[in-house]
């Protein structure tokens, strides 16, 4: 039978902020996965934006060389967020430039589903998002909601839970203050939800999806883990 990999994830070459890379040398020409993949291996899953793809790296002896690379499901090539579910063999990511979620089969590269939400929800700029330890949901963090333009009404701000198999909405949570960063606590009972502009630290459940308990206010707004 497949031995199931060990792989590791990465958000590089996109710069502080997710703003990109500048340009440098010459990228190599994208390859498919080789014919022996996954085997036995470890893996690194990186995401890179100058060349608007995911570079899967082989690190199975310490050293990383590329080993082979599928494109972004968009062309914006500004990636948000990044997690992945190992049982599964899912990859997902956020474009916030493209206003996109997408899974991918880590296996093959393949769009297993894509959702653009701002056009299905009308939220804008999905950014870290962060799966359920039971890698049923997807907690994303929307650093706009449905304001048109600017910063105004950012008491009205969200986390859009999104199915991990389908890309579907489960529900909305609220979350004011610009929704950045998530971190999913390891016995898988709550998700952790930081906003750039806003000083508490909202604490959800992982199966309701319901906010269990607002920690702070702190000096500064809960933005980084």
């Known amino acids: 039978g497949l031995a199931v990999p060990s792989m590791a994830l990465g958000a590089g070459a996109q710069g502080r902020g997710g703003l990109g890379q500048a340009e440098g040398p010459a990228l190599p020409p994208m390859q498919p996965p080789p014919a022996q993949f996954p085997g036995t291996g470890r893996y690194l899953y990186v995401t890179n934006d100058r060349g608007r793809r995911v570079d899967v790296l082989n690190n199975t002896v310490g050293q990383h ?61 999905p950014d870290r998002l962060t799966i359920t330890v039971d890698g049923k949901a997807l907690f994303v963090p929307m650093n706009f909601s449905r304001e048109k333009a600017g910063y105004g009404g950012w008491q009205n701000h969200v986390f859009l839970v999104l199915d991990a198999a389908t890309g579907e909405k489960i529900s909305e949570i609220s979350r004011p203050g610009r929704p950045h960063n998530s971190w999913s606590g390891e016995a898988g009972k709550y998700m952790y939800l930081g906003g750039r502009s806003d000083q508490t630290l909202v604490v959800a459940d992982q199966k309701t999806y319901r906010i269990v308990k607002t920690i702070g206010p702190f000096n500064w707004p809960i933005r980084m883990f």
């Open 65 to 125: 060389s590329l080993l082979w690379s599928f494109p972004y499901a968009d062309p914006g090539g500004r990636v948000g967020g990044v997690c992945a579910d190992h049982a599964a063999q899912r990859l997902f990511a956020t474009q916030l430039n493209d206003q996109t979620v997408a899974a991918y089969d880590m296996l093959t590269g393949r769009i297993v589903w894509r959702v653009n939400t701002a056009e299905k929800y009308g939220l804008r700029q």
